[in-house]
């Protein structure tokens, strides 16, 4: 039941991006782009989804499990560290230069369009490699080695 219900949110998340025009990322660059011709329209967008999501947000507050019974796990950690600080910078890039993010792209992906594959590669690539570097940093720590590097044995 989760899994359909997963399903159905990211179908109707999708057809919200296609209705919306947010799947198309020459909209995006629209909005990003302040000297050009700037197109607010995703502003809107982004409002409407922020006003859902605080709702959504306070009711999931006071909650211990959701509607279909899984455990409610919000975060909880409110600090701002450098691997935030640098996630977000590279998210923000990596979004103005290709004018998707990942579920536009993987929307764009869906309706077949050649930039939305070469996003998701790059994506794919980037999780992947972030992937193996958590596994190497949590070796490291688990024999000792705090700084992440490799261990040197002689």
Do not use: Y
């Not at 859902?52 to 211990?64: D, E, I, K, Q, T």
């Amino acid at each position: 039941m989760i899994a359909l219900a997963s399903l159905l949110a990211g179908l109707v998340f999708g057809l919200g991006l296609v209705v919306s025009g947010m799947a198309d990322p020459a909209k995006v660059l629209g909005f990003l782009d302040l000297a050009g011709s700037w197109d607010p329209s995703l502003a809107f967008v982004m409002a409407g989804a922020i006003a859902v999501a605080m709702v959504g947000f306070m009711l999931a507050r006071r909650r211990a499990l959701s509607l279909l019974g899984a455990e409610m796990r919000l975060p909880s950690s409110r600090r701002i560290d450098r691997r935030l600080v640098v996630g977000s910078l590279l998210f923000g890039v990596g979004w103005g230069i290709a004018g998707l993010c990942p579920g536009p792209g993987l929307v764009a992906l869906g309706m077949g369009q050649p930039k939305a594959l070469a996003f998701a590669a790059a994506m794919l690539a980037g999780m992947g490699i972030f992937e193996l570097l958590e596994r190497r940093k949590l070796a490291a720590s688990r024999s000792g080695n705090s700084t992440g590097a490799p261990c040197k044995s002689h």
